[in-house]
């Protein structure tokens, strides 16, 4: 764009131009003196291409005048329109006595001009030295004014009284001003009006104006690339936190994973951590009861050697559902290891810790098995003394060895 700004104003102005070329040939023309205003100057054709005429003035009527006129109306009924065009230059030849003739450029405006009265279109006008026609005189139509006679006698308001080349249908030529009297050859070859087709005040408008639009495209193309990008980020955030929520979900998943026994179903003993430290802060806290039943099968050694590891699985599965149903809302039950389980109670005190373990201990004695027979287990139950979840433990491990030394299927409480 950058480029295409400096070559624009580089460019020779020439390249803009444009050229239109009239021959006398191409339009009627006809010449005519000055007898019907009482004159007596005569004008005749000097060739039959009516390109070649002799004027000879006669000094008796107050303006005496000859003219040579071309009417250059199109089929269309419209003379030509120069206002495009900055120049009009004439290609001939005069010789006589006048060293000066006039140009008329005649238009045509509806504000003043009286349909099919020729007086009335506007005379813009010009006079040139005759020596410079067989050179080509290049007239700039800016140089023209309008006949002031012709201003006064059709009175012309101001707003008119300045030249106009939009719709000329008369190009005359004609004797100047100061020549009265005698004989002049005039010959037209040529006319040729020229025209830039910018003027180098619109060349600068177009440059700024195509500036502005492409800045305006850019912005609105910007603006339109931020505001796809800014949806593109919004929906990949909520991929994103789809994904997160998806990925939370996993972890939870894998955290439930490892804090479950795969087995039984229970919680393991990470499971259980958690609510082992919530129960001791509630009890430094606030002295709620804690209380623990630890319980282990009895001769589980000898039930998986006599029926096999695999019963001995169904025997512990079947153990933890029943001790499930059989628990409270409030306890938390864990698999602790091997064949040993753990009953966590918080708000419980040692005494109703030992009648839960005394209802699970005739519940497992009582438990249908069908691969192996009944089976028992052994209860240690300890209650919170001090406040160390270590000795808590020890204190119900060592009930549930007690109970183990007395034979079995008991509950021991440790006091
Ligand atoms: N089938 C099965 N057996 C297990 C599992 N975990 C531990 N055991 C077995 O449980 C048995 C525990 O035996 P011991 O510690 O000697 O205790 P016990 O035979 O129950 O004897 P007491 O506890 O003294 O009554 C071992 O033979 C272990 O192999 C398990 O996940 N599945």
């Known amino acids: 764009m950058a480029s295409l700004s400096v070559i624009l104003l580089v460019i020779p102005e020439k390249l803009f131009f444009t ?35 002799l004027c000879e003035l006669n000094d008796t009527s107050a303006n005496p005048y000859c003219s040579w006129q071309l009417t250059v109306v199109g089929k269309d009924g419209k003379g030509i329109d120069m206002s495009n065009f900055s120049t009009i230059t004439l290609y001939g030849k005069s010789t006589g006595v006048a060293d000066y003739f006039r140009v008329y450029l005649r238009n045509r405006n509806p504000e003043y001009y ?8 506007k005379y813009n006008v010009i006079e040139l030295p005759t020596s410079s026609l067989s050179e080509g005189i290049k007239i700039k139509l800016a140089d023209f004014k309008v006949a002031d006679w012709w201003l006064s006698a059709n009175k012309i308001a101001l707003e008119h009284s300045h030249p106009e080349f939009n719709d000329v249908i008369y190009i005359e030529l004609q004797n100047a001003t100061f020549h009265r009297e005698g004989k ?28 502005i639009s492409c800045i305006l495209a850019l912005l609105i193309f910007r603006v339109f690339t931020l505001n796809k990008n800014l949806k593109e980020n919004i929906a990949y955030q909520q991929e994103l936190v789809s994904i997160n929520k998806l990925l939370n979900l996993e972890n939870q998943k894998f955290e439930d994973l490892a804090k479950t026994d795969m087995l039984t179903g229970l919680l393991n003993r990470l499971g259980i951590r958690d609510i082992l430290y919530e129960g001791l802060t509630s009890w430094k806290r606030n002295k ?18 006599t ?94 060895y007690q109970a183990k030394e007395q034979g079995r299927n008991k509950v021991v409480i440790h006091r």
Request: with cysteine; net charge negative.
């Open 19 to 53: 050229t239109q070329s009239l021959s006398p040939n191409d339009y009627p023309s006809g010449i005519f003196g000055d007898q019907a205003s009482g004159g007596s100057s005569t004008v005749k054709w000097l060739n039959k291409d009516k390109s070649h005429w």
């Open 114 to 121: 009286v349909f099919n009265d020729t007086s009335t279109t």
């Open 184 to 211: 002049q050859e005039f010959q037209l070859d040529r006319i040729e009006l020229e025209g830039a087709i910018f003027s180098q005040e619109l060349l600068y408008k177009i440059i700024v104006l195509t500036w």
């Open 288 to 305: 709620k009861p804690f209380s623990f039943v630890l319980l282990d099968i009895d001769h589980f050694k000898s039930l998986n050697d």
């Open 307 to 400: 029926y096999g590891h695999d019963v001995g699985d169904k025997v512990l599965k079947t153990l933890a559902k029943l001790l499930t149903e059989n628990v409270r809302s409030s306890d938390y039950l864990a698999r602790w290891g091997g064949e040993e389980f753990i009953l966590v109670c918080p708000n419980t005190n040692l005494s109703e810790a030992q009648q839960l373990a005394e209802l699970l201990r005739s519940k497992i004695e009582q438990m249908k098995l069908t691969e192996t027979g009944p089976i028992t287990a052994s209860f240690g139950v300890a209650t919170m003394a001090t406040a160390s979840l270590d000795s808590l433990f020890k204190s119900s491990d060592k009930a549930l």
